[in-house]
C-alpha cells in the first residue's frame, strides 16, 4: 500500500512539474513576444511618422508634383514594413522564431494601427484617382 501511495505521489508531483514547466515556458515565450511586439510597434509608429512628414504630405500638396493615390499608399505601405524589417533583422528572426509566419502580413496591420492613430490626430489624407479643381469658387458669386 505504502509503496503504491509513494508510486502514485511520484507521478503526481511528475505531472505537476511537467505541467509547470510548460506554464512557465509559455509565460517566458509571451512575455518575450509581447517585448519583440512592442518593440515593432515603436518602429513601425516612427516609420509611419518618417512617410507621412516626407512622403504623403507632399503628394497631398497640390502645390507640389504627384497625388497620394492608392498605388502611392500601397507602395509607401511596403516600403514601411521593408524600412522597419531592416532595422531590426534580429527582432524579425526572434518573431519568426517564435512562430511568427505572416511577418509582413503582421507589419501591414502594425503599419495601419499607426495611420489611423496618425490620421486621428492630423485628419485622414484623401486617397483620389483624380484631383479636380474647379474654375469658378463653389457656392461663391460670380462677379
Do not use: Y
Not at 1 to 30: E, N, P
Not at 75 to 86: A, G, L, P, R, T
Not at 125 to 136: E, G
Amino acid at each position: 500500500m505504502t509503496d503504491t501511495l509513494v508510486s502514485l505521489a511520484a507521478t503526481i508531483i511528475t505531472t505537476l512539474v511537467a505541467w509547470l514547466a510548460q506554464a512557465i515556458q509559455k509565460h517566458i515565450k509571451d512575455a518575450r513576444l509581447a517585448k519583440l511586439l512592442e518593440t515593432v510597434s515603436g518602429l513601425t509608429e516612427a516609420a509611419v511618422a518618417s512617410a507621412f512628414q516626407l512622403t504623403v504630405k507632399r503628394l497631398k500638396d497640390p502645390d507640389k508634383p504627384g497625388e497620394f493615390t492608392q498605388g502611392a499608399a500601397a507602395s509607401i505601405k511596403i516600403q514601411v514594413i521593408d524600412q522597419v524589417k531592416e532595422a531590426a533583422p534580429e527582432v524579425m528572426r526572434e518573431l519568426e522564431d517564435l512562430g511568427i509566419k505572416t511577418l509582413d502580413q503582421l507589419l501591414g496591420q502594425i503599419v495601419e494601427r499607426h495611420v489611423v492613430a496618425l490620421n486621428a490626430i492630423t485628419g485622414p489624407v484623401p486617397v483620389t484617382a483624380v484631383t479636380v479643381v474647379p474654375t469658378k469658387p463653389v457656392g461663391g458669386s460670380e462677379s
